[in-house]
């Protein structure tokens, strides 16, 4: 079992910024593919961005290219979500998740993760 706590949420001006982190729990963390994704009220929850198990493949959708930025810490089985450049859109829930070996298939795709966070609320004003 896997377990995963986000952090670093909270209320930002639009154009601000903020950085997100996951804790997860488990031996094996380099061995995890991770992911954020978001779900605004209303709307299906959204990939955000993916980070290899190395940390040799990232991949954003356009939605946040260039102002979003993943990374991970394998020594402190953390991964991370840097967000600049805020805009009142991004106001949403976001989650991280872990995909562990065999690895799923579809990196934006919510089914190839197996483990989830809680959460953690982001709310930028404009």
């Known amino acids: 079992q896997v377990?995963?706590?986000?952090?670093?949420?909270g209320l930002v001006q639009a154009g601000g910024s903020l950085r997100l982190s996951c804790a997860a729990s488990g031996?094996?963390?380099?061995?995890?593919a991770m992911a954020w994704f978001r779900q605004a009220p209303g709307k299906e929850r959204e990939f955000v961005t993916h980070i290899s198990a190395r940390g040799d493949f990232i991949y954003y959708p356009d939605s946040v290219k260039g102002r979003f930025t993943i990374s991970r810490d394998n020594a402190k089985n953390s991964v991370y979500l840097q967000m600049n450049s805020l805009k009142p859109e991004d106001t949403a829930v976001y989650y991280c998740a872990?995909?562990?070996p065999p690895y799923g298939i579809g990196y934006a795709s919510r089914r190839k993760y197996d483990y989830w966070g809680q959460g953690t609320q982001v709310t930028v004003s404009s």
């Open 3 to 9: 377990q995963l706590v986000e952090s670093g949420g």
């Open 27 to 32: 031996r094996t963390f380099s061995s995890y």
């Open 98 to 100: 872990a995909d562990v």
